[in-house]
């Protein structure tokens, strides 16, 4: 149990509503946050679609509710019957203030907000982009979210300029373990591995990854390159790798299920470019020891360039080719980036520091619930 809670702490509730975005954005810091959440006294439900994959979210002693999801002029009843499935599980667990209601996808707020006005709880969004503001906005009328949640303080600042106001916002990392020893370069027998992950979209910057790669391989002609994900845009990048002759060499693997067991038997992680949400998969190359390459301006913390990463310009692929070539024909110095990479993530991405940033958070709220319910007994 966390040390910094009293013996007398009473456990609180909260509600994460997610749906299949989030399998495809952050599925194992999910269920890392639902593990770690066990220790700080918080009893969990998770609200999902009724597909397979969402259901696997939910891990350790999670309870789940899952629904059909239902489009307009559907969606409100449905929202109202949800929220009293949650009202009732909430309910049965017995807790001492009104449940906090955390929204992990923006397309999940309106849903989130119902639950909470039914609950009376407090509502929580956390967002991936500066874009996904208007699940926020689009909420004013209910007196918004108690608060926002941004994975990096890069994200925060421009979530920040969007909205124009002082509304907090609070910097919580995703975490992932940290292997052993960085896996850059780690056999010198091995091919070389270059690994692309993401949702896969024609206009990520995925194509001038691959042209890249078409001219890497003419100095390493047994790199491989891993495409990890799915989306509209694969049979398009799937062109591409055929018109650059480099097909036998790239593999689209889809989604995996065991996204670190690929990575950690990889050299080089990509991040093709800064406009994407932000996402686990970088995250985990880092804590994985993985030499980054990564472009200007991402949504992610702690990349520095020269120092535990390469960063270019995503309009400049003459140096991104370069930033490549060169790990490629250095392995010591991708080993050397790869490792600082990897105390950045121990340091500052880790599931412990993941955690416990939720648990400070939730502990407010419930604190300010507690306030509050003390002074209404009080006032009666």
């Excluded at 009202?87 to 923006?106: M, N």
């Excluded at 990890?228 to 097909?247: H, K």
């Excluded at 790990?327 to 500052?348: I, Y």
Aim: negative net charge.
């Amino acid at each position: 149990m966390n040390p910094n809670l009293s013996d007398t702490a009473q456990r609180m509730v909260a509600c994460m509503v997610a749906d299949e975005s989030v399998t495809d954005r952050l599925p194992t810091a999910l269920r890392s946050l639902q593990i770690g959440l066990i220790d700080e006294l918080v009893d969990l439900l998770l609200v999902v679609p009724d597909e397979d994959r969402c259901r696997q979210l939910a891990t350790g002693p999670t309870q789940i509710i899952t629904y059909k999801p239902h489009l307009w002029p559907l969606a409100g009843l449905a929202h109202k019957r949800i929220a009293a499935q949650v009202l009732e599980k909430a309910q049965s667990l017995k807790p001492a203030t009104p449940i906090l209601v955390h929204s992990f996808s923006p397309r999940t707020a309106p849903l989130a907000a119902e639950i909470a006005a039914a609950t009376e709880g407090s509502l929580l969004i956390s967002l991936w982009s500066a874009s996904e503001i208007s699940s926020v906005t689009s909420l004013s009328s209910a007196g918004g979210p108690a608060t926002m949640i941004a994975p990096s303080e890069v994200l925060a600042a421009a979530i920040r300029q969007r909205l124009r106001t002082d509304h907090r916002i609070d910097v919580i990392p995703l975490g992932a373990p940290a292997a052993p020893a960085p896996s850059a370069f780690r056999d010198p027998d091995r091919a070389a591995t270059l690994v692309i992950a993401g949702a896969l979209q024609e206009d990520q910057g995925i194509e001038a990854v691959l042209r890249t790669a078409k001219i890497a391989v003419q100095r390493h002609p047994n790199l491989l390159v891993f495409v990890i994900g799915r989306g509209p845009g694969e049979p398009a990048l799937r062109r591409v790798a055929e018109d650059l002759e480099i097909d036998q060499q790239v593999i689209f693997t889809g989604r995996l299920e065991y996204l670190r067991s690929a990575l950690e038997a990889a050299d080089i992680f990509c991040l093709p470019s800064a406009a994407a949400p932000h996402r686990e998969e970088l995250i985990h190359a880092m804590a994985a020891g993985l030499a980054i390459l990564a472009p200007q301006r991402s949504p992610y913390d702690h990349l520095v360039n020269e120092e535990n990463a390469l960063l270019f310009s995503e309009d400049d692929e003459q140096t991104l080719s370069t930033c490549l070539l060169r790990l490629l024909d250095n392995p010591s110095t991708a080993r050397r980036l790869a490792a600082e990479a990897q105390a950045a993530a121990r340091q500052h991405l880790s599931v412990p520091v993941m955690v416990e940033g939720h648990a400070r958070i939730y502990r407010r709220l419930d604190r300010r619930e507690r306030t509050f319910t003390l002074a209404q007994s009080e006032k009666s």
